[in-house]
């Protein structure tokens, strides 16, 4: 039997590792890992891990998580899978980064660019659908290159 924190936590795994579009899909990626919970338990798992849905660049609409906890630094491939799925379009300003994500996105693109602590990166405000990443001086031209190429279109 796993504990409410557990499970919370490997829900949250599922939500980084899989797009998850229905709280179904959650159900089965669950019990394939052990796991046997219902739909309404889910729900309110969801619900108190701040989850919220999120469209695609397909327009597919899938559950995430926004952001990890303030004092947790986001791992290089949680960033990579974050900036692939949802960063749709880049262009910079001397040291300002632009991001264009599909509606709703942006703030978990800006939260997983924070958590990661990139030297290259004063910081970053998300809108709706925008990423504005602030390089340190005289570093926009490399931040831009490899938020392209963590997004796959370098």
């Known amino acids: 039997m796993t504990t409410k924190q557990q499970r919370q936590h490997r829900i949250s795994k599922l939500l980084e590792e899989h797009r998850v579009s229905n709280q179904s899909q959650l159900v089965e990626l669950l019990a394939s890992a052990g796991v046997t919970v219902n739909q ?6 969801l619900d108190e891990l701040g989850a919220i849905k999120v469209r695609m660049s397909g327009g597919e609409p899938v559950y995430a998580v926004p952001e990890l906890p303030r004092d947790q630094v ?3 491939e949680h960033l990579r899978r974050v900036v692939g799925d949802w960063v749709v379009d880049i262009d910079r300003s001397g040291d300002l980064v632009v991001l264009r994500t599909p509606p709703g996105s942006a703030h978990v693109v800006g939260s997983a660019i924070d958590r990661n602590g990139m030297d290259d990166v004063v910081g970053t405000v998300a809108g709706d659908d925008t990423v504005l990443v602030v390089a340190r001086a005289g570093r926009g031209a490399g931040l831009c290159a490899t938020m392209a190429d963590l997004a796959g279109l370098g």
């Open 40 to 45: 309404a338990t889910v729900s309110r798992d």
């Open 74 to 76: 986001a791992p290089e």
